[in-house]
């Protein structure tokens, strides 16, 4: 094993350099990226097929084009991050300058997982450099051919001295997790959440933990079905279930689930045709660790569709389960697999009643047209992020932060919420050495006269909600809507 130690000091002697504050450099490895994703397109989609047979259609989505979009944002809106924010000030501080800066904590560390090996170490690196730190990478072991691609490929376009990879698995990470990171992002599992919470609070190192669940997907009986059979398979089956907010179970009456089933089945031929392990647009379970696991998840309630396994090619069908129990382990257990449990509840107070019983979810799905369904659910309900009527879909918003509460993690990221996420917002206060004059009230000796004056200088006051402010909208929206309606007439 390396000697982490030497390669952290040495990364944090370059950081106190200054080197990977300078916002032309950032945007140099953040351009040097960019091309490597660009350049090397291909040589994703065969890493990615040779880890988790991924459909080229799937790694070019979900992973090319998600980064890319990400680099994009970074480049366009670095400056505009980077600006000092000014805030508002008090009578007392009225002469000065009051704003927050956002500075780079140092050197950092991500830690990766395999489901989606490519955009889960990339989009965290992109808010790290955009934020001026210097980086190292842990891909996953699991994902075996990507993190090799990425060790390989990254020092060929990056700054090696400030951003490096480090390939292995416990030991190493064990090893790495000893040294003294300034921010450690980990996207994982909770159980190993926790030993990197303790790791890291032997420095007292901030971090990110991007965790799973059970994501729960409710389906109001007043929903056109068809459509909601394609969007709940499609968020599921994507990468063959190994998705952190792929809904995990669907939650329905039990009017509901003899109807969707129908739908479902017809919407698996429509996406896969009669045999999906012929299908190349199906994924297969990661290794035969995970393809066990998902097996023995296969005799919780009963099989209504799928159940089919291969173990020589790592095969689950797509497979609905249903009659199982709340105690069951598919339903106590984050699936992330093909396997789609249908939980049944009397209605949605039962469904919101059970959802609230377990640990907060990474993401809540919700079918309903009912726009009273859709609200009760949003006000009575905590998750990560939720997807009216679609699925995973959330999560192509990079103006919406990604990331749980609960259990299923905290802190966010994505567009701008990485680059603050890797940012200490540090408040700023600056002033001159002159007009000491408005500083003498605060100072002793202290007199009735001079606390009336100071209180007067630095009390808030609470705003008021008149009526009278939204004239100006009433009037606007009034003379809008009979233009509108002139003109429609
Ligand atoms: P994994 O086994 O690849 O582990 C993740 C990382 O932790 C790896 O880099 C691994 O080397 C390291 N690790 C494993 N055991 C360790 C230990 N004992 N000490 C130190 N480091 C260790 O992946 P996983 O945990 O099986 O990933 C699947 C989980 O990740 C699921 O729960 C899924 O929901 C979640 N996930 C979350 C997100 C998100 O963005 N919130 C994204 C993808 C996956």
Known sequence: MENYNQTVNKMRSVFMSGRTKDLAWRKTQLKALKSMIEEKREEICEVLYKDLRKNKFETRLMEV??????????????DEWAKPEKVKKTLLTMMDQAFIKSEPYGVVLIIGTWNYPIQLVISPLIGAIAAGNAVIIKPSEISE???????????????????QVINGGVPE???????????????????????????????????????GGKSPCYVHPDSDLDLVAKRLLWGKLLNSGQTCIAPDYVICNKEVEPELLKRMKATLVEFYGEDVQKSDCFSRIVNNKHFNRMKSLLSCGEVAIGGKTDEKDNYVEP?????????????????????????????EVDAITFINSREKPLALYVF?????????????????????NDCLMHCSVTALPFGGVGNSGYGAYHGKFTFDTFSHKRGCLVKKQSLEILNKI????????????????IKKKLRRHSIFGLWPFVIIGAIFGLFLRFFTD
Do not use: H, W
């Open 319 to 347: 497979t609905v389960l249903i009659n199982v129990k709340a105690t069951d382990p598919v339903m106590e257990t984050e699936v992330f697999g093909p396997i789609l449990p249908i939980f049944t509840a009397k209605d």
């Open 65 to 78: 084009e998600f980064v890319l979009n990400e680099l994009v944002d970074a480049l366009n809106a670095l």
């Open 173 to 211: 990470t064990t090893a790495l997790l000893a040294e003294r990171f300034d921010y450690i992002f980990y996207t994982g599992n909770t159980v190993v959440a926790k030993i990197i919470a303790v790791a890291a609070a032997k420095y007292l190192t901030p971090t990110t933990m991007e965790l």
């Open 442 to 457: 605060r100072c002793p000796p202290y007199t009735d006269r001079k606390l009336q004056i100071t209180e007067f200088a």
């Open 145 to 163: 051919n990507t993190s090799n691609f990425l060790e390989y490929t990254i020092p060929q376009y990056l700054d090696k001295e400030c951003i």
């Open 368 to 388: 309903a047209k009912d726009k009273n369904i859709q609200k009760m659910f949003l006000e009575k309900t905590s998750s990560g992020g939720v997807c009216v």
